[in-house]
């Protein structure tokens, strides 16, 4: 049985893994309607992976005994200037996701829970690979600056 703290943050977690899925979704239409469609698929990708995640958490909270409570997820700012800002802002929300898989993988250390602290290692394993992908993508746009030829390749290549 998972305690009541733990079910209480990993149902937090729930929240914001679909959150995460709404921003990249918003990001998926708005490179959509850019016409970066190589971008957009990227993104909406990411929207599936984040969903994925959440159904992780969903079913691990199950199987422990918890009580899975879905809470209201806010909706995500899209006001976006251009891609480089987009992909600046995907880093700086893949690290405050890092950050709360740390905080649980903690709570489950302190509350010797280890299955959670188990489970969470998957979690903490794809934020490293999130977090690369996006440091690779940010690169290859700064370098790329203001080329469309570049930037049309690029977008070819996701």
Known sequence: MISTTMATALNEQIKWEMYSAN?????????????????????????????????????????????????????PDANWSNILEIFEETLSHEQEVTRRINELVHLAKEERDFATDIFLQWFVTEQ????????????????????ATGLYQFDLEL
Request: net charge negative.
């Open 23 to 75: 921003l990249y979704l918003a990001m998926s239409a708005y490179l959509q309607d850019a016409g970066l469609t190589g971008f957009s698929h990227w993104m909406r990708i990411q929207y599936q992976e984040e969903t994925a995640h959440a159904l992780k958490f969903y079913d691990f909270l199950l199987s422990r005994g918890g009580q899975v409570t879905m809470l209201s997820i806010d909706a």
């Open 128 to 147: 490293v690979e999130e977090e690369d992908s996006v440091h690779d993508i940010l690169d290859s746009l700064k370098r790329i600056g203001t080329d």
